[in-house]
């Protein structure tokens, strides 16, 4: 019980920095303690970075905290000191495994605090007073403890390596610098080390940027998570309420055939019910005079008989059997049927939408979505080998450079009838299709040319906007003129800034529906960009205006360097 009660008072009494009883105690906002002077040399290395962080659990303070004195913990440390609680607090001090120890102590030792690269040992508090106390050891150099004093030590001379030769890459001592690395690129180790530390905080700072972005791509990662999980909600909170509302129009109209029906069979069998009545009635008045005139027949009495007969001979109206109209067939069978009808309906439209709904579920893109490139080299990494279907190409376009590039002609050129060629517009579309991620660049000569992504469905025949590449919802194009840019989409057009040259880079993430265009000259310039969600394979596409105009899909290398 006493040790562990130690355990916590010595984490409590002392300073994780130089791993001794507090001096001075100071508490930082996170609550770690530390001596007043170990906190305030680990911070001054950090001025420099304006941001600093607690040496445990390093979270990080701007500005600067004001350290004041715990005069509590002080009192706490000091009466620590008065009791037997120092004694084994001092076995704190000695040397572990992991630890580097004293070289004079004798017997346990105990932990250094400093090497001297000077002597090539370690000491301890104790042992080291000596350097802090003579002058004869002031041109010795103190570091931390290390292990690998050795190394710091040439194993020709002997001496202490302070130089660096830039030549050899290697540290060399003076005697070094005057035998076999005379003439060399050498400088101080101090100078070598403060040039090497520029390009630290060069590194660093690299570090920091790309900290600070990943960061911000963590936060859109997490907002697209909460966004995906809002959309998800919402789509089955829609799809409850309209499932509801479409069992209740049934139930409803259930509900309505089921009376109507009712009703009908009522009125219909007490229709029934009155001409069988009737037909009973009928039936019992003949009787009554057939047994009448069964006795008129077998009287004796002929005067009788000649007194009755005219009375009794006469019947009275009947009911006319053929106005009954017995039906062939059952009577409601219709609605049955037509019941049966509307629910084969119902299902075939079920079982041909449902295939829709359920390709829209599974056609979410709920990955994580990729950022689009931000360099030369990454744009690069996507690029497609794309050529020109000939198949497609209008009879005015001669295609060359391994059906690579198109120039418009005067005269028709000779190919064959095809159901994919454009007849109307002076038109090409891609022999490859683009899915995923893709990356090409057109190039042109002329006054100008129309740079398209298109469906392969668009309609080919005739001149009608829903051939002519932007003027239908099947097809992206960017007008590229000498002196301005336009992109149209749907027959509706939009202006375009920019830098003018005569390439277009193109780029296609079509799973994400985004679609790019780049002006490409000294740099990449962002011309025009699209969200959209694509439904269909996609062909890149060129549309020409006027004749000699030729244009061409590049062949793309990974040595280009151009950037943003």
């Not at 300073?15 to 770690?32: A, F, N």
């Not at 001592?173 to 090497?196: F, I, Q, W």
């Not at 299709?433 to 469905?457: F, H, N, P």
């Not at 840019?485 to 277009?504: D, E, H, L, M, Q």
Request: glycine share 4%.
């Amino acid at each position: 019980m006493m040790q562990k009660g130690f355990q916590l008072e010595r984490e409590t009494v002392c300073c994780s920095i130089c791993l001794d009883l507090l001096r001075d105690p100071v508490t930082v906002p996170c609550g770690h303690n530390y001596c007043m002077s170990c906190i305030k040399t680990h911070w001054d290395t950090e001025d420099e970075r304006g941001i600093y962080r607690c040496p445990q659990c390093m979270q990080l303070f701007t500005p600067r905290p004001v350290l004041v004195k715990n005069t509590m913990l002080a009192v706490i440390v000091e009466g620590v000191k008065k009791t037997g609680f120092q004694d084994v607090l001092a076995d704190h001090c000695f040397a572990g495994p992991e630890d580097v120890a004293c070289d004079v102590c004798t017997g346990r030792k105990l932990k250094a605090c400093k090497s001297c690269l000077f002597c090539v040992i370690s000491f301890c508090e104790e042992h080291l007073q000596p350097h802090y106390d003579s002058p004869a050891f002031s041109k010795h150099e103190l570091v931390e403890p290390s292990r690998k004093l050795h190394e710091y030590v040439c194993l020709h001379h002997n001496e202490v390596m302070k130089m660096f030769c830039r030549t050899d890459q290697r540290s060399i001592c003076g005697h070094c610098l005057m035998d076999d690395h005379k003439g060399h690129d050498t400088v101080s180790a101090a100078a070598e080390r403060a040039e090497r530390q520029k390009e630290l905080k060069v590194s660093r700072r690299k570090i920091q940027q790309r900290i600070q972005d990943r960061e911000k791509d963590a936060k859109l990662l997490q907002e697209e998570v909460e966004a995906i999980n809002r959309s998800a909600d919402k789509a089955l909170d829609d799809s409850d309420k309209i499932s509801n509302e479409l069992m209740l129009l049934m139930e409803r109209r259930r509900t309505e055939v089921k009376q109507e029906v009712r009703s009908q069979q009522d009125t219909e069998v007490r229709r029934v019910k009155e001409l069988e009545q009737k037909l009973e009635e009928e039936i019992a008045e003949l009787k009554r005079k057939d047994t009448e005139l069964e006795k008129l027949f077998l009287t004796k009495d002929h005067n009788h008989f000649l007194h009755d007969y005219p009375s009794l001979s006469r019947l009275g109206e009947s009911t006319d059997s053929y106005s009954i109209n017995i039906r062939p067939v059952s009577y409601f069978e219709d609605v049955a049927a037509a019941v049966k009808e509307v629910g084969d309906r119902l299902r075939d439209i079920l079982s041909e939408k449902w295939t829709k709904v359920s390709q829209s579920v599974t056609e979410v893109d709920a990955s994580l979505s990729q950022p689009e490139p931000k360099t030369r080299a990454e744009f690069l990494q996507h690029a497609c080998d794309i050529t020109i279907d000939p198949n497609t190409a209008n009879t005015f376009l001669l295609l060359s450079n391994g059906n690579r590039k198109a120039t418009v002609m005067s005269k028709q050129q000779s190919y064959c009838g095809h159901p994919d060629r454009f007849t109307g517009w002076c038109q090409v579309l891609s022999e490859e299709t683009l899915r995923g991620r893709c990356y090409w660049e057109v190039e042109w000569k002329g006054e100008g040319v129309c740079v398209t992504v298109a469906y392969r469905s668009i309609m080919r025949g005739g001149r009608s906007n829903e051939c002519r590449f932007g003027n239908n919802e099947k097809s992206w194009a960017l007008d590229c003129y000498n002196n301005s840019y336009n992109f149209w989409f749907n027959n509706i057009k939009t202006y375009v800034s920019g830098p003018r040259s005569s390439k277009v880079g193109v780029y296609l993430d079509y799973d994400a529906g985004a679609l790019s265009f780049y002006n490409i000259s000294e740099t990449m310039t962002l011309l025009h960009r699209v969200h959209t969600t694509f439904t269909e394979p996609l062909h890149a596409g060129l549309r020409f205006y006027y004749v000699e105009v030729s244009a061409g899909f590049c062949e793309l290398k990974q040595t280009d360097k151009l950037e943003f």
